[in-house]
């Protein structure tokens, strides 16, 4: 509540508060937590947590009575002489709180102004405030509390849900007749409006999904605050806010009564534990708190999910749940006109209005959406379960609340006749493949239930999180959003972003398998079995049954068992070594795979989370794209190399027109054919005129910064005699800087120079900014690489002070295979990250005498994989048994230190 009145100075008063406040707070410290622990005794033993809030609230209201009764014994003060009312307000006012809860007070004046136990009231809020206690209060009379609430709706709502606590009760039923009369009264569309925008702001800030994998319980889509927004209005507009009555009112059937209590009742369960499990008022759902509250809550590991996804899983369904609860309170009071406009209407692009039926005349147009004409529309033919989804798809319309709320009850309808009717799968083929706004109609058809029940292996999937820092969102919203991705490319809508992929995917001949395949790709995910494999195989039933020919579901099959393949590959593997595009090219076979997994891959990667696709990653998929395309056409092989490195070399001789004949094929033969094979041109030039310059210079260290905002990396080149710590130095300084590598080039000339270029994630939006820092890493290469710091000491030093959170753990693994590469073993390293991880694996590498050609660098979260193209010192494989295996375990050593 906004106005507040600061207590007075208590040294004026003739009891000394502070000597009564040693005496006092004590005890009711003793009584706080007194009663904190029975209640979280009561919530563990009976699993209530609206029984645990209500208990808290009755704490409480115990506390705040003992406090005035002992500071009023004292003065003899009462608050029936001085006409003043003590109101519980907001959530205290609702009678339930969580442990870390506020309390909102209100002192209830007289008209007069300040009552006689004024003095009473300040000493008992500073005991409060000794007692850690967050206490909201403001001091009003009726009719500036009145006065307040029509001007403010936060002060509206506080005052909607207050509860008499005690003093003087009927200048607080004074209060409650002037605030239905004067305030109330003939504004319930006003506050509807004002509460839902209020909650899409909410949203807004803490996440628009309900499916974010590190929930808001209080204030995310799907929490408490969606609850209490639907009480505020049921309260406000009919009187009542117990789901009972709401039944009786018609709001509500009883079905859906039960269903606001269970939602309320776990959401609190978990808002409870989540404050006792943390000792403060968290609303978080972390992942560290994730495990802690799962385990509280009594959750058990099933087959190969986890308590904590399980856990999770039931969360997410609770949400859903509360999002149809919202939408069943929106048609109600839109049907009753007490919202000036359909709020919902927002989620679809703009259109023009209209009424009527819809062919066939199962349907009708009303306020601009979609309704069934008879509440036996489904009965009579439960294919339009499906046909009402195509129709808002075809139409461009959304469906109105009371047609989805009639859908959701009618699921047990769809069975596997329905499942196996052709016009139904017809029509879901051709949702799924729109070039309208797939995404928006699936979603809505998952929110319903409609989705899960058509297709069985989707509703396993529904809610499932998985328990990584890689995944924003559960499974099913990953789907969804991923076609969501697709609609985009093929509408050009992200030409600046994928201009490859927009231009390669209208040329794929097989667009219904990519759709298909890209909503499957992930639908095995939670069972024991790899979920590409098991995924393939659901795709080998399902492509059939919505009417895809062999060749198209072979396509699906293929597609969702590799959909991984090209990530990986790009992002883990040397792109300039001919047997990493020769063994992906084997897998691939055709350019109509290359073009699929090429746009398969970019909407995946898209749709995992905001910031996990970057202009690097692309370019990345770019070059692998090209290259295997080159292969597929037979230009891709050691045959055909040295003809290629010759005329990469003739078109930077062109470009270097100030260079001499001599000079130019000096410098040129000084590297070998990998540097032109790997460096694009554009780099190969800026290296020619960075080593030029050095050398004029007399150099023999030298460093350049240059950034990407597209790609969103900053390359750092680094020219240095060659020696085994080189790249650790280089890692080293980054993990002092806090630079994240994403990967590194690594070349030697014939004359024992390195020119190694680091690529590292951009920290900064501005660019002036990010140069500065990309220079002060370069800075401090030079002066290791002069001796004049020790990286070793820089990276001590900035160890986090703190051990790194728990709540993930990654079996480490060292990997070590000579069959991957012509020149090179690769070493691939996979386990939990941490600051300065990499520096401590190539610091490892150099102690065990190996070259370091190129590193691919890999963070998926919590996992980090790194891949090492090495050599021993005298340029050859590492192809001992005994030697692998002390690399093995060195590396390991490394990977154990925070497992």
Same mark, same amino acid.
């Given at each position: 509540?906004?106005?507040?009145?600061?207590?007075?100075?208590?040294?004026?008063?003739?009891?000394?508060?502070?000597?009564?406040?040693?005496?006092?707070?004590?005890?009711?410290?003793?009584?706080?937590?007194?009663?904190?622990?029975?209640?979280?005794?009561?919530?563990?033993?009976?699993?209530?947590?609206?029984?645990?809030?209500?208990?808290?609230?009755?704490?409480?209201?115990?506390?705040?009575?003992?406090?005035?009764?002992?500071?009023?014994?004292?003065?003899?003060?009462?608050?029936?002489?001085?006409?003043?009312?003590?109101?519980?307000?907001?959530?205290?006012?609702?009678?339930?709180?969580?442990?870390?809860?506020?309390?909102?007070?209100?002192?209830?004046?007289?008209?007069?102004?300040?009552?006689?136990?004024?003095?009473?009231?300040?000493?008992?809020?500073?005991?409060?405030?000794?007692?850690?206690?967050?206490?909201?209060?403001?001091?009003?009379?009726?009719?500036?509390?009145?006065?307040?609430?029509?001007?403010?709706?936060?002060?509206?709502?506080?005052?909607?849900?207050?509860?008499?606590?005690?003093?003087?009760?009927?200048?607080?039923?004074?209060?409650?007749?002037?605030?239905?009369?004067?305030?109330?009264?003939?504004?319930?569309?006003?506050?509807?409006?004002?509460?839902?925008?209020?909650?899409?702001?909410?949203?807004?800030?803490?996440?628009?999904?309900?499916?974010?994998?590190?929930?808001?319980?209080?204030?995310?889509?799907?929490?408490?605050?969606?609850?209490?927004?639907?009480?505020?209005?049921?309260?406000?507009?009919?009187?009542?806010?117990?789901?009972?009555?709401?039944?009786?009112?018609?709001?509500?059937?009883?079905?859906?009564?039960?269903?606001?209590?269970?939602?309320?009742?776990?959401?609190?369960?978990?808002?409870?534990?989540?404050?006792?499990?943390?000792?403060?008022?968290?609303?978080?759902?972390?992942?560290?708190?994730?495990?802690?509250?799962?385990?509280?809550?009594?959750?058990?590991?099933?087959?190969?999910?986890?308590?904590?996804?399980?856990?999770?899983?039931?969360?997410?369904?609770?949400?859903?749940?509360?999002?149809?609860?919202?939408?069943?309170?929106?048609?109600?009071?839109?049907?009753?006109?007490?919202?000036?406009?359909?709020?919902?209407?927002?989620?679809?692009?703009?259109?023009?209005?209209?009424?009527?039926?819809?062919?066939?005349?199962?349907?009708?147009?009303?306020?601009?959406?979609?309704?069934?004409?008879?509440?036996?529309?489904?009965?009579?033919?439960?294919?339009?379960?499906?046909?009402?989804?195509?129709?808002?798809?075809?139409?461009?319309? &959304?469906?109105?609340?009371?047609?989805?709320?009639?859908?959701?009850?009618?699921?047990?309808?769809?069975?596997?006749?329905?499942?196996?009717?052709?016009?139904?799968?017809?029509?879901?083929?051709?949702?799924?493949?729109?070039?309208?706004?797939?995404?928006?109609?699936?979603?809505?058809?998952?929110?319903?239930?409609?989705?899960?029940?058509?297709?069985?292996?989707?509703?396993?999937?529904?809610?499932?999180?998985?328990?990584?820092?890689?995944?924003?969102?559960?499974?099913?919203?990953?789907?969804?959003?991923?076609?969501?991705?697709?609609?985009?490319?093929?509408?050009?809508?992200?030409?600046?972003?994928?201009?490859?992929?927009?231009?390669?995917?209208?040329?794929?001949?097989?667009?219904?398998?990519?759709?298909?395949?890209?909503?499957?790709?992930?639908?095995?995910?939670?069972?024991?079995?790899?979920?590409?494999?098991?995924?393939?195989?659901?795709?080998?039933?399902?492509?059939?049954?919505?009417?895809?020919?062999?060749?198209?579901?072979?396509?699906?099959?293929?597609?969702?068992?590799?959909?991984?393949?090209?990530?990986?590959?790009?992002?883990?593997?040397?792109?300039?070594?001919?047997?990493?595009?020769?063994?992906?090219?084997?897998?691939?076979?055709?350019?109509?795979?290359?073009?699929?997994?090429?746009?398969?891959?970019?909407?995946?990667?898209?749709?995992?989370?905001?910031?996990?696709?970057?202009?690097?990653?692309?370019?990345?998929?770019?070059?692998?794209?090209?290259?295997?395309?080159?292969?597929?056409?037979?230009?891709?092989?050691?045959?055909?190399?040295?003809?290629?490195?010759?005329?990469?070399?003739?078109?930077?001789?062109?470009?270097?027109?100030?260079?001499?004949?001599?000079?130019?094929?000096?410098?040129?033969?000084?590297?070998?054919?990998?540097?032109?094979?790997?460096?694009?041109?554009?780099?190969?030039?800026?290296?020619?005129?960075?080593?030029?310059?050095?050398?004029?210079?007399?150099?023999?260290?030298?460093?350049?910064?240059?950034?990407?905002?597209?790609?969103?990396?900053?390359?750092?080149?680094?020219?240095?005699?060659?020696?085994?710590?080189?790249?650790?130095?280089?890692?080293?300084?980054?993990?002092?800087?806090?630079?994240?590598?994403?990967?590194?080039?690594?070349?030697?000339?014939?004359?024992?120079?390195?020119?190694?270029?680091?690529?590292?994630?951009?920290?900064?939006?501005?660019?002036?900014?990010?140069?500065?820092?990309?220079?002060?890493?370069?800075?401090?290469?030079?002066?290791?690489?002069?001796?004049?710091?020790?990286?070793?000491?820089?990276?001590?030093?900035?160890?986090?002070?703190? &051990?790194?959170?728990?709540?993930?753990?990654?079996?480490?693994?060292?990997?070590?295979?000579?069959?991957?590469?012509?020149?090179?073993?690769?070493?691939?390293?996979?386990?939990?990250?941490?600051?300065?991880?990499?520096?401590?694996?190539?610091?490892?590498?150099?102690?065990?005498?190996?070259?370091?050609?190129?590193?691919?660098?890999?963070?998926?979260?919590?996992?980090?994989?790194?891949?090492?193209?090495?050599?021993?010192?005298?340029?050859?494989?590492?192809?001992?048994?005994?030697?692998?295996?002390?690399?093995?375990?060195?590396?390991?050593?490394?990977?154990?230190?925070?497992?």
């Amino acid at each position: 509540m906004s106005a507040q009145v600061a207590p007075a100075r208590p040294e004026t008063r003739a009891v000394s508060p502070n000597n009564l406040r040693e005496r006092l707070v004590p005890e009711l410290r003793a009584q706080l937590e007194a009663d904190q622990a029975a209640a979280e005794r009561r919530l563990i033993r009976d699993r209530d947590g609206l029984a645990c809030a209500r208990s808290l609230s009755d704490g409480m209201d115990r506390l705040l009575r003992s406090a005035y009764a002992a500071i009023s014994a004292e003065t003899g003060a009462s608050p029936k002489q001085g006409g003043m009312a003590v109101v519980a307000t907001g959530g205290y006012g609702r009678a339930t709180m969580a442990p870390g809860s506020d309390v909102d007070l209100l002192f209830l004046l007289p008209a007069g102004g300040a009552g006689a136990d004024q003095g009473v009231l300040e000493t008992m809020l500073y005991a409060l405030w000794d007692l850690k206690l967050k206490v909201g209060h403001a001091t009003r009379t009726v009719d500036e509390c009145v006065r307040e609430a029509r001007a403010d709706m936060t002060t509206r709502t506080a005052l909607l849900e207050a509860r008499f606590l005690f003093g003087d009760e009927r200048l607080f039923k004074q209060l409650q007749a002037r605030f239905a009369k004067d305030v109330v009264k003939g504004s319930a569309a006003a506050f509807v409006d004002a509460k839902l925008k209020e909650r899409d702001t909410r949203v807004r800030r803490a996440g628009e999904s309900r499916y974010l994998v590190e929930p808001n319980v209080k204030d995310g889509k799907g929490g408490l605050r969606d609850l209490n927004t639907l009480s505020w209005i049921a309260r406000y507009v009919y009187g009542t806010a117990n789901p009972d009555d709401l039944v009786s009112l018609g709001l509500f059937t009883p079905e859906e009564a039960r269903l606001f209590k269970r939602c309320e009742a776990f959401l609190w369960r978990v808002r409870c534990h989540l404050h006792f499990a943390t000792g403060r008022a968290e609303e978080r759902l972390t992942f560290d708190n994730q495990r802690v509250v799962s385990t509280r809550m009594g959750f058990k590991d099933r087959g190969a999910e986890q308590a904590v996804e399980r856990f999770m899983k039931a969360y997410f369904r609770i949400a859903k749940e509360v999002g149809d609860l919202t939408a069943i309170v929106c048609a109600g009071l839109e049907a009753r006109h007490a919202k000036n406009r359909p709020v919902l209407d927002r989620m679809l692009r703009s259109f023009k209005r209209r009424r009527g039926p819809l062919e066939p005349g199962d349907f009708v147009v009303e306020n601009d959406r979609i309704n069934v004409k008879g509440l036996d529309a489904f009965e009579r033919d439960p294919v339009n379960l499906i046909r009402m989804f195509w129709l808002a798809d075809r139409h461009n319309l &959304p469906i109105h609340p009371d047609a989805t709320r009639l859908a959701s009850r009618s699921i047990r309808l769809i069975g596997p006749r329905l499942r196996h009717d052709p016009k139904a799968n017809r029509l879901f083929l051709e949702i799924l493949t729109s070039q309208n706004a797939p995404e928006v109609v699936l979603r809505r058809m998952n929110e319903t239930g409609v989705l899960g029940r058509f297709i069985p292996d989707f509703a396993r999937i529904v809610a499932m999180m998985q328990f990584n820092m890689y995944h924003h969102y559960t499974v099913d919203e990953h789907l969804i959003r991923s076609i969501g991705v697709l609609s985009e490319i093929y509408s050009g809508r992200a030409e600046n972003e994928h201009p490859l992929a927009n231009t390669i995917v209208h040329s794929v001949r097989n667009r219904r398998a990519l759709f298909l395949a890209l909503f499957l790709h992930d639908i095995a995910k939670g069972r024991r079995e790899d979920h590409s494999i098991a995924g393939a195989a659901i795709a080998r039933k399902l492509g059939p049954r919505l009417g895809l020919d062999p060749a198209e579901t072979d396509t699906v099959a293929w597609l969702v068992e590799h959909h991984l393949l090209m990530s990986f590959t790009a992002q883990g593997r040397d792109l300039s070594d001919p047997k990493t595009v020769e063994a992906f090219g084997a897998i691939v076979q055709t350019m109509e795979r290359l073009k699929l997994l090429l746009v398969l891959t970019i909407a995946d990667i898209k749709a995992v989370g905001p910031g996990v696709w970057t202009g690097w990653k692309g370019e990345l998929l770019r070059t692998l794209y090209y290259e295997t395309e080159l292969y597929l056409s037979g230009g891709h092989s050691e045959r055909v190399r040295p003809a290629r490195a010759r005329t990469i070399q003739a078109q930077l001789r062109q470009e270097l027109s100030d260079w001499s004949d001599a000079e130019f094929d000096a410098y040129a033969g000084r590297f070998y054919p990998a540097y032109w094979m790997k460096t694009p041109p554009e780099r190969q030039l800026k290296h020619a005129g960075f080593v030029r310059e050095a050398e004029r210079a007399g150099k023999t260290v030298a460093t350049a910064v240059e950034t990407d905002e597209f790609k969103g990396v900053t390359e750092l080149t680094v020219l240095s005699p060659d020696h085994p710590r080189l790249l650790a130095i280089v890692t080293g300084a980054c993990a002092v800087a806090g630079g994240n590598i994403v990967d590194a080039q690594i070349f030697t000339s014939a004359d024992g120079m390195a020119l190694d270029t680091i690529f590292l994630s951009r920290a900064f939006d501005r660019d002036e900014d990010e140069i500065r820092r990309a220079e002060r890493i370069a800075a401090s290469i030079e002066k290791a690489l002069r001796s004049e710091v020790k990286i070793a000491d820089l990276v001590r030093n900035r160890r986090p002070g703190k &051990p790194l959170p728990k709540a993930f753990h990654v079996n480490p693994e060292v990997n070590i295979d000579n069959e991957l590469s012509s020149r090179h073993t690769v070493v691939e390293v996979s386990g939990l990250d941490r600051p300065g991880l990499l520096y401590d694996l190539t610091t490892a590498l150099g102690k065990l005498n190996l070259n370091i050609a190129s590193a691919h660098v890999a963070t998926f979260g919590e996992r980090a994989a790194d891949v090492f193209y090495v050599t021993d010192l005298t340029g050859t494989k590492v192809s001992h048994p005994t030697r692998q295996a002390s690399i093995r375990r060195g590396l390991m050593s490394v990977l154990e230190q925070n497992q």
